[in-house]
């Protein structure tokens, strides 16, 4: 689907990046004249901020590094105070193929969803390990359990805010828990959603760099123990 200039201006796309110097620059190159581009380096020690500055794109900067969802929610502030209507949040890495986008978008800038989920179980999934699928499996059955969401992937992301979601949606975690805080918010706020098939690539580097299969069970623990002791 091609969409107009003035569509192109109403979407934004944010993308959190630490220490992606060597993937940022592929990752930018496949995504560019798709919307407008927001990078926040979030206190990267190599390459990243000139990379990012090498693009026709905004770069904020975090002075430290600060996790990837108060990264989010620095690039989702700017999106807003800049007028988007649609927001993006989309990996540095490279793996979310941006062909998905198109689809991605629909469903929120038709006005049929507040928020479109990407999932790798719906559509499909190249070089994943085992224990991350396992891991993942189980994540969804955590999701079910303490939020309601009937969802196929729970912690992707690939996803699409409107306007109105965006501004409801506050990222209080700072790091990897931020995804199991933004469905929380989703049930809390009662906001339309829908799920969309993509295509999420593994490789060696992104997963040596990437939160491990204890670093996923650990944020788990940690979500339920926040909630038992509310």
């Given amino acids: 689907m091609t969409r107009t200039a003035d569509e192109r201006r109403d979407v934004w796309i944010v993308i959190a990046a630490y220490n992606e110097g060597s993937r940022l620059a592929a990752t930018l190159q496949s995504i560019n004249g798709r919307g407008s581009i927001v990078v926040v380096d979030d206190g990267s020690r190599d390459d990243t901020y000139d990379v990012a500055c090498g693009?026709?794109?905004?770069?904020?900067?975090?002075?430290?590094?600060?996790?990837?969802?108060?990264?989010?929610?620095?690039?989702?502030?700017?999106?807003?105070?800049r007028g988007a209507r649609a927001i993006v949040t989309f990996d540095a890495d490279g793996?979310?193929?941006?062909?998905?986008?198109?689809?991605?978008?629909?469903?929120?800038?038709?006005?049929?969803?507040?928020?479109?989920?990407?999932?790798?179980?719906?559509?499909?999934?190249?070089?994943?390990?085992?224990?991350?699928?396992?891991?993942?499996?189980?994540?969804?059955?955590?999701?079910?359990?303490?939020?309601g969401l009937m969802l196929t992937d729970t912690h992707n992301g690939f996803r699409v805010l409107s306007r109105t979601a965006a501004g409801r949606i506050r990222i209080r975690q700072p790091r990897m828990a931020h995804a199991s805080e933004i469905l929380d918010q989703i049930a809390k706020y009662q906001l339309c959603y829908v799920e969309v098939p993509v295509t999420v690539r593994y490789h060696a580097a992104t997963l040596a760099k990437g939160q491990s299969s204890w670093d996923a069970f650990r944020i788990t623990g940690h979500l339920l123990a926040g909630r038992f002791w509310q």
């Fill in 55 to 81: 693009f026709p794109v905004w770069v904020l900067q975090h002075p430290i590094n600060c996790g990837q969802g108060a990264a989010l929610q620095t690039g989702i502030d700017f999106a807003l105070s």
């Fill in 95 to 147: 793996q979310h193929d941006p062909a998905d986008l198109s689809n991605m978008l629909q469903p929120v800038l038709n006005g049929q969803a507040d928020v479109t989920l990407g999932s790798r179980f719906l559509g499909s999934t190249q070089n994943m390990p085992t224990s991350r699928r396992v891991v993942l499996k189980l994540a969804i059955w955590f999701t079910r359990l303490t939020n």
